[in-house]
């Protein structure tokens, strides 16, 4: 809706009536399951001004649970929608209230902030209008993600280290999976070693493959009509589960007004990134009649796009993102990751977006070619000018340096708080913490009303992480001092070290976490409580309710696997949480010659990087031997029995190449040693998995990925021989 | 024998014949507006519009007109237009981004189909674009040509572009034919005469040739002689010599900049802030 204010609302109470319901949906040509809000997707705009009492009905038709957040919004702790947190859930077929005043202004955004359900459709724009506004026409964007693939899926499949979704993106865009054979293809093959060698999966900037990018919920979306030199703002809300997008404009350069709602000192940029539920206000300039300018958001894996058209007539194109360069990437990342996993900036002092490691990989910036391999003894590290955008190029990328409050920011004198927050994360089995503690592992982090809060993060995990505080503005510092912008949501990339302040004025209990829904739900954040809080009524238990919200990272996932093969079934099945693994697996023969052998062990992972597993298990096998046969292990020990039943205890330990050694002893005494790495990954689809063990048991198998179901295998076992069959992977 | 050569003779050519007959399905043929110049304009339009058994495009140079034949299942008369637009032709539905337009070969540069009422988009931009009048005002140089093209050319060689710099290369040279050698000076010509063949021939190799190593070759040396001249031609805006220590096995190579900040044309992005300022010509 383009919105023209044209009249200045006067205080008063504005109602909205939200009905929840689950829908059938068709993004793709495939019909999927969704929610829908008024029927539809995204949520409808609401609209406020400064002053005025919000009354939201909300109305679940659904049959589920729901509970919505006001994203930014100032207010009630027990109005926050935080299910269990502040705000009771909302159960289908219930209607719930939320009312409270309106007491801020700008650009805000709601969605559920139940489970999985925002990445289904569960988000909406929040704008509060100024009590007086300058008369610039407006439209709102919200920019969202969406997946075929049921969000519950794409949550268990990550944790499972499956790499379906990038063989999805490859088939979009070339060399995405990173295998082998696309390092060969680059000349990069020392860097995918090193990769390896490194412990790391390939190297990527966002997890999941989405089918499409929506704004406004259409592929591409658009205001009609506009004279040249006309000025629009054009509020941009970044409503995606999990994609960062870059923000380009045909049009010429952007004047970037506000961020997170909040205004900022005019900054005209050609480009910027707008992380996961962020908002920006541009103000842009329609150059010329009867064309129509683009305004683009491109994923950052810039595997796809979506657009909103500013007027009508001829369209004025802007160049696609062309593709990453992912093995400088790859080299960058070998290069600042040290051997025991931690990441090592070189003394760079990197902070607020203005030093992307990442611009290595943008063609844009740093040229189409592979970066010649000469020893070029004085670029000097220290200054990390070569990661400077702005300094490398003549396009303006816009980075939280250049953020500048119009209006004086200090907090008020008082006993400041400092908390120290390492962001931490195994991006092998999908573990999200901070300090290496999930929500449900640390304590509250008390805190006392009138006091200043003041958080010094440092990203030491390998990804970048939109930091969101409920029911708080805070203060980014940058170099603009007393000025420094006001923002609800802090994007941190990888080795940088940020520091927000904010002043302790409200009650209850308030989330900071991680915007990336899936990296939330594993448990990346943390809950400031104030101390001596009035009871909240939304949560007459309030032990149980933490319960349930601490239930969300401690879920396990399942996931199963068969090789259906001539020579016998091989297959493991493995149940895991955060720090928790119970593993199965067998191998099944044909004949009583052949053999029957299951193990299963149950494990916890200890360390940040979780590359060791104590465990302890129990072993049954059967194989019926010829007379007078016997089985010698490496370390001379003799089994002689056609039944053997032991308990035995082991540890993994994974390592470089991503080999995991797996050493154990059994009740009978029996030592096994055990090399293994599985999935290799030698071309798209095509991968490879290697054992060996002092039993001196070995197998060598390919496996051909068709589909995220099933694979082609081939194998050679030294207990069945050679076997051909295919494999399902749940 | 001979029977059996008849009919591989008549199956290849029947095969040949499917081939070059479009096979594509639920076909469609419309005609659209694409603008551009020369037979180097068709190759590049063609073949952005092309796509093996869905689109097929033949462009009319004359009448600057797109016939396309397009399977109407599979795509639509838009998408293939946007690809053209992207290749960096304008078209009746898309104009090309000015990037892509920017990249086409010098001989490619054809009038394009909008033109832009420049609007300031606002304050900070109304600033820039006035500073930008006053300098082009100040420059009135008989060599500014020759320096515009200097700088562009050196910019695609920081971007490692080989196939622009080329490009670049070519449009120095038809500048450095260009120069306007009667309103100069007995010394300035002097000082022209001395150097410009050279500047010919190093602008003309480094055209002729994509390969990145050796049009840095003679950027080098072309840098020199371009230095000597701003000693009699003082540039427009205050230029920079800078120099690079590595280049050449260690002996080092120069080139002039408009800007203090290295951004280094000889190695590009593998390097791209080595090097210092020299020298400030104002």
Known sequence: MLWMPLITLAQKTVRYDLYVRDTIVNFTGKERQAFSVNGSIPMPELHFTEGDTAEIWVHNESKKKTS??????????????????????????????????????????????????????????????????????????????????????????????????????????????????????????????????????????????????????????????????????????????????????????????????????????????????????????????????????????????????????????????????????????????????????????????????????????????????????????????????????????????????????????????????????????????????????????????????????????????????????????????????????????????DTIEFAATESGDWFFHCHILYHMMSGMGRIFSYENSPPNPQLPNPEKSLKKLYADDREFHFMFLNDFATNGNDGEMMLQNTRWSLQAEWRLGYSAKMGYETEVHMGRYIGKMQWFMPYVGLDWRYRRMESGETERNLFGQVNTHNQRTVLCAGIQYTLPMLIVADVRIDTDGKFRLQLMREDIPLTKRLRLGLMYNSDFEYMAGLKYILNKSFSLSAHYDSDMGFGGGFTFTY | MKKLQHFMLGMSLLLAFTACASPIKNAKTETYKVAGNCDMCKNTIETAANKKGISSAEWDKDKKVLTLTYDSKQTTPSEVLKRVAYAGYDNEQFLAPDDAYAKLPGCCHYDRMKKETSVAANPANEQKESETVVNEQEKGNLLSGVYDHYFALKDALVKDDGKTASAKALALAKAIGEVDMKSMSSEEHAAWMNVSGDLLMHAEHIAETKDIAHQREHFSKLSQKIYTLTETFKPGETTYLQHCPMYNDGKGADWLSKENAVKNPYYGSSMLTCGKTTKTIR
């Open chain 1, 68 to 497: 919505i957040h006001w994203h930014g919004v100032i207010l009630p702790n027990e109005q926050d929608g935080v299910p269990y947190l502040t705000t009771a859930p909302i159960p289908g077929g219930t209607t719930h209230l939320y009312k409270f005043p309106i007491v801020q202004n700008g650009t805000y955004w709601y969605h559920s902030h139940m489970e999985l359900q925002e990445q289904n459709g569960m988000y909406g724009a929040f704008i509060i209008h100024k009590k007086e506004e300058t008369k610039l026409p407006e439209y709102t964007i919200v920019l969202s993600d969406w997946t075929d693939m049921k969000p519950f899926e794409v949550h268990r499949r990550l944790h499972m280290a499956n790499d379906w979704s990038a063989i999805k993106k490859a088939v979009v865009q070339k060399g995405a999976v990173q295998s082998y054979a696309d390092a060969i293809a680059a000349r990069s093959l020392k860097t995918k070693f090193g990769n390896e060698w490194k412990r790391m999966l390939a190297m990527d900037v966002s997890d999941v493959y989405y089918d499409k990018l929506l704004t406004n919920g259409r592929s591409e979306d658009e205001v009609p009509a506009f004279k040249a030199g006309d000025r629009i703002r054009v509020r941009i809300i970044n409503g995606s589960s999990s994609s960062y997008f870059w923000i380009r404009y045909s049009g010429g350069k952007m004047n970037v007004v506000a961020s997170d709602g909040m205004d900022v000192v005019p900054v005209p940029v050609d480009r910027f990134i707008i992380a996961v539920s962020e908002t920006y206000d541009v103000i842009l300039t329609i150059p010329s009649e009867n064309t129509a300018f683009e305004l683009q958001a491109t994923s950052e894996d810039r595997i796809r796009s979506t657009s909103l058209w500013l007027g009508t007539g001829i369209k004025q194109l802007i160049s696609p993102l062309e593709p990453l360069k992912y093995f400088e990437g790859m080299q960058m990342m070998n290069d600042m990751i040290k051997m025991d996993g931690n990441l090592d900036d070189m003394g760079m002092n990197m902070s607020l977006q203005q030093m992307d490691m990442n611009v290595v990989m943008y063609p844009e910036i740093t040229g189409s070619k592979k970066k010649k391999k000469q020893g070029h003894k004085h670029m000097d590290m220290a200054d990390g000018k070569q990661y400077k955008s702005n300094e490398l190029s003549e396009i303006v990328t816009l980075n939280y340096n250049m953020l500048r409050s119009p209006v004086k920011t200090t907090l008020p004198e008082a006993k400041t708080t400092v908390y120290h927050f390492e962001l931490t994360g195994n991006m092998n089995r999908y573990v999200w913490s901070i300090n290496n503690k999930t929500v449900s592992e640390a304590d509250k982090i008390l805190i006392r009303k009138g006091e200043n809060v003041r958080i010094i993060i440092y990203n030491n995990s390998m990804m970048r992480h939109p930091m969101h505080l409920h029911g708080h503005f805070f203060r980014v510092l940058n170099e603009n001092g007393d000025y420094s912008p006001l923002k609800n949501v802090l994007d941190i990339m990888p080795m940088e070290t």
